[in-house]
């Protein structure tokens, strides 16, 4: 099932850029999620600028279709700066790397990727780690 993602989901023809919230016994007439299917896969590798990834890092790389607010589908970034995300549907998305790592400020890196089903994209990221003002090397 980790091939159908929802893509955007609406309220009597009104698009809800952040999701729905349904409270008890309400009515969910009028209520459309729109649901993709996808065999894409974007593989990528994080290239760390002024700095390197340390010991208690966190990172992660999270798509978004073009024009949308909510993600589709994140990764965890591993030690080595490597992610894989499966099972996006065909289209143009943005690429996130957001995350923690200590001593850095936040992180935070994106680009467009295009996807086509049952093709792997192949991604490099670039992350600059510029220390905090005033933190120790």
């Not at 989901?9 to 459309?32: C, F, P």
């Not at 649901?35 to 999270?62: D, K, W, Y």
């Amino acid at each position: 099932m980790k091939d159908f993602v929802v893509l955007h989901t609406e309220r009597e023809g009104v698009r809800a850029s952040q999701g729905i919230e349904l409270k008890a016994h309400e009515e969910t007439n009028g209520l459309r999620v729109f649901v993709g299917h996808g065999t894409g896969v974007i593989r990528g590798e994080v290239i760390f600028v002024n700095g390197t990834s340390t010991p208690g890092s966190r990172l992660m790389a999270q798509l978004t279709r073009v024009g949308e607010t909510v993600g589709l589908r994140a990764a965890e970034v591993d030690a080595r700066g490597h992610f894989a995300v499966e099972g996006m549907p065909a289209g143009t998305y943005w690429l996130q790397i957001h995350g923690y790592i200590p001593g850095a400020r936040n992180q935070f890196a994106r680009q467009q990727v295009n996807v086509v089903d049952a093709v792997v994209t192949e991604v490099t990221i670039t992350l600059d780690l510029n220390p905090m003002p005033g933190s120790k090397p």
